[in-house]
């Protein structure tokens, strides 16, 4: 929101400085004129006796007056009386004497007004405090807390986003009725009150909002679901109401509200549970705020969230969120979009080949990608280079995949012998079975618990996998259990992780896949993932016997021991090949893809069962 320009306040302030300074002038003046002189009360009996006063007003314990001439500038006096018999007995004795004269005002400030001031502050200080923390102004509490971006803010087009563009076609539509509603509307259609980016965290949901914007040329409030809540009951509303008033002040114009699933999650999604009253009350206004605006007055809607799956249905009928728009994981093409866009900002060598770091990739996100290029840029930096070379894109990889290596963590000679075995085993398995490329293989610890790692890449988007690619992969899981197996006639716990994956694709070829040939076509997973493959909001319980429970561990556990067996024979197969492999690794501590070619070359695979 534009701020108030420094001219004014500073007007503001100065004239605020000025009326204070008057008000204590003429308060002064106002005190000084009419201010009672305190007055002893000898002085008193001798201005009495002399003829200077003029009237006087006789209280209890105070005599108060007025002088005929002012003395001292002053023209009313005070004097506390005092008894006869005291100035009998003063005055034979030659004492002046005078009663002490009690100021009613400073009571009254010390008794009642510096409390009321104390507290009033202590009270006003808190609740700037507990503003301040929450983002805004105490006495503005209501008022929504999103951030408004001009044309002239907004720069991100269309041309900054790349690897999405089916979403990019969809919302050019938003930004023809935003740029020409007339001639959009011609036929009578109208623009989707709302648009849902739905997508994995890291896509580019709000690069994409921001690029509507500033193709449209429009303002741009920005804000997040979770702003909407606060400590103090009908904020979340009150907020939502004032959002959309500014909308329609600044229309045409477009709201987008980021991680839309902490301010629409279900209503009652979990029975039993608890309910938040005021984050249903801020729902049930964005709802009416929904329902209540028209889209042809060049307000437009957007929201993006990564668990669609929990929303409230209500939030996603038509007329409120129309269109939801699907931003997920580029593919190697748009990877390579991706890259090109942020391999602008650096210095570039004239191997790097942003196909060859597309391939590398399978699976990143924009913000991955983004972050490899800054981590690329690094590593560069470090070693002292003056450009960014395809090593540097390599080691940013393995760094992003596996972790940072820790050279200083001291392994004996009996586990790195085991490591590289267990490593080696991973990869011969993989070349024996044709499973993914292994692009090296080192023994160098990485991560948090990683000894070692082999990095397989595959050479292309997979978006479905067959029982005898599932097959393969539990064997090269397997393969470094087996090596261990074979050449030590022991096992270690360095498996520990591959067991546990090997486990879940085993269950989940019999629960979720049906590919358990003893089990039929049966699916006896509840509790499938959420639309982006995340955890499902609401566990389901299980609705099988124990009899059905009792097969599937079975199942489970020959799936398992087969690639167990399988894994074994491969092996043995290789045995000679494993124990010269490890030995180089060992030498070397890494291994490229250039120097794992000799070996793959010469490994013999067995028969498919």
Known sequence: MPAEPAQKKRFNLIFLLVAIIGILVVNNLFTRYFAAQPLAFSEFVDAVQKGDIKEVVV??????????????????FVTTRVSKEMRELLDKHGIKYEGEVESGVMQFLVAWLLPIVFFFGLWFF??????????????????????????????????????????????????????????????????PKGVLLVGPPGTGKTLLARAVAGEAGVPFLSISGSEFVEMFVGVGAARVRDLFEQARSKAPCIIFIDELDALGRARNAFPGGVANDEKEQTLNQLLVELDGFDPTTGIVLLAATNRPEILDPALLRAGRFDRQILVGRPDKRGREAILRVHLKRIVLGDNVDPEKIAALTPGFTGADLANLVNEAALLATRRGAKKVGMEDFTAAVERVVAGLEHRTRILSEKERRIVAHHEMGHALT???????????????????????????????????????????????????????????????????????????????????????????????????????????????????????????????????DTAWERTLVTLKLNKDLLLEAAAKLLEQETLSEDELKPFFQRVRRPDTP
């Open 59 to 76: 209280s209890k314990d105070k005599v108060r007056g007025e002088f005929k001439k002012p003395r001292n500038g002053r023209r009313f």
């Open 126 to 191: 808190l609740m700037r405090r507990m503003a301040s923390k929450g983002g805004g102004d105490f006495l503005a509490i209501g008022k929504s807390k999103a951030k408004i971006y001009v044309e002239s803010d907004t720069k991100t087009t269309f041309k900054d986003v790349a690897g999405v563009d089916e979403a990019i076609q969809e919302l050019r539509e938003t930004v023809e009725f935003l740029k020409n509603p007339d001639a959009h509307g011609r036929l009578g259609a109208r623009n």
């Open 430 to 560: 993989a070349a024996a079975l044709g499973a993914d490329p292994v692009h090296k293989v080192s023994i160098i610890p990485r991560g948090i618990g990683a000894l070692g790692y082999t990095l397989q890449r595959p050479t292309e988007d997979r978006y479905l996998m067959t029982r005898q690619e599932l097959d393969d992969k539990m064997c090269v899981l397997l393969g470094g259990r087996a090596a261990e197996k074979i050449v030590f006639d022991h096992l270690s716990t360095g498996a520990s992780d591959d067991l546990a994956k090997v486990t879940d694709i085993a269950r989940d070829m019999v629960k979720r896949y049906a590919m358990a040939g003893e089990l039929g076509n049966v699916v006896f997973d509840l509790d499938p993932p959420g639309l982006l493959n995340g955890p499902s909001p609401m566990p389901r319980p299980r609705e099988y016997s124990e009899a059905t429970a009792g097969r599937i561990d079975e199942a489970v556990q020959h799936i398992v």
